[in-house]
């Protein structure tokens, strides 16, 4: 069964600071790796998708790779603002077509 | 609609009642999935459908949980029964299909069921 771990848990950085998340998976057969972003009492809204023979994903501000033969992925945010204040969520597809997720990472980035 | 509309986005229940919870995907979507979050916990697969196949029901965690998906498109989470247990956000994602795999998986906004 498919484990993914996501750590720091919570982290609070002061703004301007570029941010750091890391997520590992267990089984490093995964079809993609998606990363969402989850504020409170919301759904989640998807943020980058990285396919399993990509090596990383730009959006904006926001950097996602993937190492799939070692089970990791980072999320890089830079220069935080108070407005990335949420949870992230990273998630990997199997070959079953089903999400796995991470319990995520809380962040506040304080002004 | 532009995204996934799940509705009701809060239900309070009574235990030993049924619920029904609605999820429209993305038109043109074949995947369907639902996903329950509880408090302090990650998310929980419960049941995926694509197209006309059968779905995977292998996450339902008991037979008080079932879900239908009509035409392929709206599909309901029916819960019977309900314990407190139950309480948690009910999420519904979609996405397209592309060769044999999903690609990008998108939510809605949840259903919030409290049982009391």
């Known amino acids: 069964k498919q484990e993914v771990t996501q750590i720091p848990a919570a982290l609070s950085v002061p703004e301007g600071e570029n941010l750091v998340l890391n997520c590992s998976f267990t089984?490093?057969?995964?079809?993609?790796l998606q990363w969402f972003r989850q504020d409170p009492g919301k759904g989640l809204t998807s943020l980058l998708l990285i396919q399993s023979s990509q090596r990383e994903q730009t959006s904006g501000r926001l950097n996602a790779s993937l190492d799939k033969s070692s089970g990791r992925s980072t999320l890089y945010i830079a220069a935080s603002q108070p407005g990335d204040s949420a949870t992230y969520l990273c998630?990997?597809?199997?070959?079953?077509?089903?999400?796995?997720f991470g319990k995520g990472n809380q962040v506040v980035v304080i002004p | 609609g532009a995204g996934v509309s799940q509705s009701p986005s809060n239900k309070v229940t009574e235990k030993g009642k049924d619920v029904e919870l609605r999820c429209d995907p993305i038109s043109g979507h074949t995947a369907l999935y639902w996903y329950r979050q509880s408090l302090g916990q990650g998310l929980e697969f419960l049941i995926y459908?694509?197209?006309?196949?059968?779905?995977?029901k292998s996450g339902l965690p008991s037979d008080r949980f079932s879900a239908e998906r009509t035409g392929g498109s709206v599909s309901t989470l029916t819960i019977q029964r309900t314990q407190q247990e139950d309480s948690a956000v009910y999420l519904c994602a979609s996405g397209l299909r592309q060769g044999n795999m999903n690609t990008e998986a998108f939510f809605g906004q949840g259903t919030r069921l409290t049982v009391v």
């Open positions: 459908f694509q197209g006309n196949s059968a779905p995977d």
């Open positions: 089984d490093s057969a995964i079809y993609n």
């Open positions: 998630a990997v597809k199997d070959g079953n077509n089903r999400l796995a």
